[in-house]
């Protein structure tokens, strides 16, 4: 095994100017730094990185914890996180929770015996607190992705999750709905109770009925309550459109409509959160209130490190990235209307 002595000997230097370089500390010559840096390339010498690790106090590591992988939003966002990282010379390790508290907490105990810098993290929920104390105990940066918790001051990457929900609802209005479902994620998750709001002050904005008959919560995964779909389409005053608060719900909601034997959008409209990305260029159908996602990992990464390495502001940080209404074939006027 090549050694930093084997190094040293070799281009006439010390160890500690070999650690100098390698590290990227300390003030030494252009040409000492080159002629170090051509032996290490010569020898294929690869850094021990726990060695490294103790010189710099930092083990240039980083953890993402996401809820849903399977998320066309998460698997994207994941991507732009793990570029900026590659750019700042991190590595990224990645956890996805499954929007479980139980697993959440396992992923952040593997996260405090690993020694990561600092951590990406969208939260399950509320009860997601606790997991978060533990980080803050640790003195572990984290920035929050999209997902905020009561109780937790930190960095947060956000969407418009209220403009973007009300966008939403005003284009349906515009279509000439009315009677629009909500089916949302779960209550305990902040993006849930921001869309509700924007969805609630969308229909207020248009003087429409308020009906909390016409609001299902469930979680963000893959939706599959077909009786709690069954009630909403059973009301008197049937809802015309309906407002899923992610694409993965929205995605749900067509399978069991059509199972049903409802068409969207010539009997039903159906509009959502967030893109299906490729999916969506090859066959764009779903009209969505899109967000940048690879935006929120990338940007994400360059927050949290510069957090880590002492470049970011004393005071917490928030960015709210803008969704964009991208008009598409899942909606249209009303039956009665056409």
């Not at 084997?6 to 990227?24: C, P, Q």
């Not at 996260?111 to 951590?119: C, K, P, Q």
């Given at each position: 095994m090549i050694t930093?002595?084997?190094?040293?000997?070799?281009?006439?230097?010390?160890?500690?100017?070999?650690?100098?370089?390698?590290?990227?500390?300390?003030?030494?010559?252009?040409?000492?730094?080159e002629r170090v840096q051509q032996v290490i390339d010569e020898l294929g010498y690869i850094p021990n990185s726990n060695a490294r690790s103790l010189v710099l106090q930092r083990t240039q590591m980083l953890s993402l914890l996401i809820t849903d992988i399977t998320n066309p939003f998460y698997t994207t966002?994941?991507?732009?996180?793990?570029?900026?990282?590659?750019?700042?010379?991190?590595?990224?390790?990645?956890?996805?929770?499954?929007?479980?508290?139980?697993?959440?907490?396992?992923?952040?105990?593997?996260?405090?015996?690993?020694?990561?810098?600092?951590?990406?993290?969208?939260?399950?929920?509320?009860?997601?607190?606790?997991?978060l104390k533990q980080l803050q105990e640790r003195h572990i940066p984290f920035v929050f992705l999209?997902?905020?918790?009561?109780?937790?001051?930190?960095?947060?990457?956000?969407?418009?999750?209220?403009?973007?929900?009300?966008e939403l609802i005003r284009y349906l209005v515009q279509l000439g709905h009315r009677r629009i479902a909500l089916v949302n994620g779960s209550s305990e998750v902040s993006t849930a109770r921001l869309r509700e709001e924007g969805y609630i002050a969308g229909l207020r904005e248009a003087g429409a009925d308020i009906d909390p008959e016409l609001v299902l919560r469930t979680g963000y995964r893959d939706f599959s309550d077909e009786e709690g779909l069954d009630q909403l389409l059973s009301q008197p005053d049937q809802p015309t459109a309906i407002f899923a608060a992610n694409n993965m719900l929205a995605i749900g909601v067509i399978r069991l409509l059509r199972k049903r034997g409802l068409r969207v959008p010539e009997d039903i409209s159906v509009v959502c959160f967030d893109d299906l990305d490729l999916a969506s260029a090859f066959d764009p159908f779903l009209t969505v209130?899109?967000?940048p996602a690879y935006d929120f990992g990338f940007q994400g990464v360059q927050m949290l490190i510069d957090r880590i390495e002492g470049k970011a502001p004393s005071e917490a940080q928030t960015v709210i990235l803008p969704s964009e209404l991208r008009i598409r074939a899942s909606a249209t006027a009303p039956r009665e209307q056409k």
């Open positions: 930093i002595y084997d190094i040293a000997k070799k281009a006439s230097v010390s160890a500690m100017t070999v650690s100098k370089v390698i590290n990227h500390t300390g003030r030494i010559s252009s040409a000492t730094r966002l994941a991507r732009g996180a793990e570029d900026a990282a590659h750019l700042r010379g991190y590595r990224l390790l990645f956890g996805n929770s499954d929007e479980d508290y139980k697993k959440e907490k396992d992923y952040v105990d593997a996260i405090l015996s690993t020694r990561v810098d600092g951590v990406l993290f969208a939260p399950a929920g509320d009860r997601s607190l606790q997991h999209d997902r905020t918790v009561p109780g937790i001051t930190s960095d947060i990457i956000a969407g418009d999750s209220l403009e973007g929900a009300i209130a899109a967000q």
